[in-house]
């Protein structure tokens, strides 16, 4: 039996902000764009990404992304994603939220339920368990989930990682899991649509995290 998910955990210092949405979607650029017009402003920032963005999240990003790895159980890939998802939170995005900084993520916990639950077609609810008990239950104070199209998303790589690779019907999948998931709790999520101008898109984001920054310390 998997382990059961502790209940949601938001941070009371510091700001966490997370981007999702499938491939090609713009998700490194407005998370850059974010942080960039938070720091002009005087906050003190931490642009990450999920997975491989500590030690130990990087030989975790080769193994899972690397076309050379290979099949692998789906079960193995999820809970190599759970591994690095325990060290990000618990070696990076924990200490600089007790601090109060503003954590912008690249992917965190819905990416998990949505390619390794949906589109693997594993239980997402023992998915989701595993994946809430690596990270404590920390929530982002808002998630922005960019919506695109796969064929369109897709279309942006000339060459694939393990997970690109994947059918279309699996990224379609992937794309109505994350859709759902923001349906469930528009309070924590804003959905927009990735195929905006950058420079549209990025003021939204901006005023959905607006109202998030009281918490947030200025250097």
Known sequence: ???TAPPPRYADRGVFVCFEGGEGAGKS???GRLRRWLEAE???VVLTFEPGDTS?????????LSPETGALADRTEALLYAADKAEHVETLVDPALARGAVVVTDRYVDSTLAYQGAGRTLDVAEVEAVARWATTGLRPHLTVVLDLEPEAGLGRFEGRDRIEGESLEFHQRVRQAFLAMAHAD???YLVLDARADVD???AAVRAGVVPLLGQAVRR
């Open 56 to 64: 130990v999240g990087q030989e975790v990003r080769r193994i899972v």
């Open 29 to 31: 650029t407005q998370s």
């Open 1 to 3: 039996m998997p382990p």
């Open 42 to 44: 005087g906050h003190d």
């Open 200 to 202: 549209d898109i990025e």
């Open 186 to 188: 528009p309070e924590h």
